[in-house]
């Protein structure tokens, strides 16, 4: 069962993908919005919005595109790599939707490529204003583009119907990029035709909690699982208030508590979920052996007897969550084509079931009434049981992993 709908989901709300309907107005977005309203009102220049990895930029695309009126404004968006010049006008014509015709003869020339592509741009250009609608271009990712390409996007804002620019820019970038339009010496002419632009922030820590609940009750969740005050601290610790980074960190806390059966997520769950993503040993009061109880609150210890019988019942617990995640598996490759993920985690789970039964029944048999025996019985439990846990939260993060993928290949498809 996955963690939507082990908690009453209808959808997963926090994918890695950008999503229009998960808009989040934190203070940082609606700066950007301002700036980009102001910016589209001109109708003409460069439009600039600049941030960090995952801290929101295409999903401000996203919810931009889904809300401009398409009667007044012809969008088109481009993702850009390392393009020549040339490369780029062809991309911007594809992105228009521009027939490009006698291409297979004008690709032995580029320059005359170039050429009938400028040409046919402008042509769609005058088309539109005649139309009554403005052009918009959405180049994502600017760090990527050579100074030459950055040069040709200006070229393109030159394109007038009389004193009436055809087409205006919008341009997203990482910080490197701001850093490059601000002082390269050959984007000087570039550099003043930015009318508006905004670099996009973190969330706040005030603003951490009401992106978490925006986003689950847009899925109906009714306040299950909960969320303590010292995981929220720590979550924008460990995340920096990046989107990103919260939906990649929230979304792993889900799935390990839909697998704990966990109504509350709390911080000691997000340090198993760090501990998997960065590879890091858990601290030590989160181990198996130092969450053993060895004495009682008095400080009096326990019998040997009471520890065996506390111990083997955790790893009878144990041995039932790796059923469940076998179970998991079993669900999960339904509808879907075997992978050898799918084989490796069905075969460890059957194979540490296997392994704790015959351990469970060979502990029963012992003779309970010798001390020292028992004791080193003991030791071997907690021995398996600190390595069962590690082969447990494995499983688990092998399964978080091929289902993310799984995700990630279905949204691409």
């Given amino acids: 069962?996955?963690?939507?709908?082990?908690?009453?989901?209808?959808?997963?709300?926090?994918?890695?993908?950008?999503?229009?309907?998960?808009?989040?107005?934190?203070?940082?977005?609606?700066?950007?919005?301002?700036?980009?309203?102001?910016?589209?009102?001109?109708?003409?220049?460069?439009?600039?919005?600049?941030?960090?990895?995952?801290?929101?930029?295409?999903?401000?695309?996203?919810?931009?595109?889904?809300?401009?009126?398409?009667?007044?404004?012809?969008?088109?968006?481009?993702?850009?790599?390392?393009?020549?010049?040339?490369?780029?006008?062809?991309?911007?014509?594809?992105?228009?939707?521009?027939?490009?015709?006698?291409?297979?003869?004008?690709?032995?020339?580029?320059?005359?490529?170039?050429?009938?592509?400028?040409?046919?741009?402008?042509?769609?250009?005058?088309?539109?204003?005649?139309?009554?609608?403005?052009c918009l271009l959405v180049v994502d990712e600017c760090q990527n583009l050579t100074i030459e390409a950055l040069e040709e996007l200006r070229m393109l804002s030159n394109f007038q119907l009389g004193a009436h620019p055809l087409l205006q820019i919008l341009m997203l970038g990482q910080p490197e990029f701001r850093e490059r339009l601000q002082g390269h010496p050959d984007l000087e002419q570039l550099r003043q035709r930015v009318i508006a632009a905004h670099h996009l922030e973190a969330m706040g820590a005030d603003e951490l909690d009401p992106y978490l609940v925006h986003r689950l009750k847009l899925v109906g969740w009714t306040g299950q699982p909960s969320f303590t005050p010292d995981l929220l601290v720590e979550l924008y610790r460990v995340t920096g208030g990046v989107p990103r980074r919260v939906n990649q960190v929230v979304n792993r806390l889900l799935m390990l508590g839909a697998a704990q059966k966990a109504d509350a997520i709390d911080e000691a769950m997000l340090a198993v979920v760090m501990a998997e993503m960065t590879g890091q040993a858990l601290p030590a009061v989160m181990t198996p052996q130092a969450d053993t109880p060895v004495a009682e609150e008095a400080g009096e210890a326990k019998p040997a007897s009471v520890l065996h019988e506390e111990l083997t019942s955790r790893l009878a617990e144990q041995a039932a969550q790796i059923a469940e995640l076998q179970q998991a598996v079993i669900e999960l490759a339904n509808g879907h084509e075997a992978a050898p993920e799918q084989d490796h985690l069905a075969g460890v789970a059957a194979d540490l079931a296997a392994s704790q039964t015959a351990e469970l029944a060979a502990d029963r048999a012992a003779n309970k009434s010798e001390f020292a025996a028992l004791q080193e019985r003991i030791a071997a439990i907690e021995a398996r049981l600190a390595e069962q846990d590690r082969t447990l939260r494995h499983t688990l993060t092998m399964l978080i992993e091929w289902i993310e993928k799984d995700g990630s290949t279905r949204v691409a498809a």
């Avoid at 005359?112 to 005649?130: M, N, P, T, V, Y």
């Fill in 1 to 134: 069962m996955m963690f939507d709908d082990f908690y009453g989901f209808s959808a997963r709300p926090f994918q890695l993908t950008p999503d229009p309907a998960f808009w989040f107005e934190s203070v940082t977005h609606r700066q950007a919005l301002s700036y980009l309203g102001y910016g589209l009102a001109q109708g003409e220049g460069f439009i600039t919005i600049t941030g960090e990895v995952g801290a929101g930029k295409s999903t401000l695309v996203a919810h931009l595109m889904a809300t401009i009126d398409r009667q007044r404004l012809t969008a088109a968006q481009i993702v850009t790599s390392r393009l020549s010049d040339a490369d780029l006008v062809q991309l911007v014509a594809q992105a228009f939707a521009i027939s490009q015709e006698g291409e297979e003869a004008l690709g032995r020339d580029p320059g005359q490529g170039k050429a009938r592509a400028l040409s046919q741009i402008e042509a769609f250009l005058h088309a539109e204003a005649r139309a009554g609608r403005r």
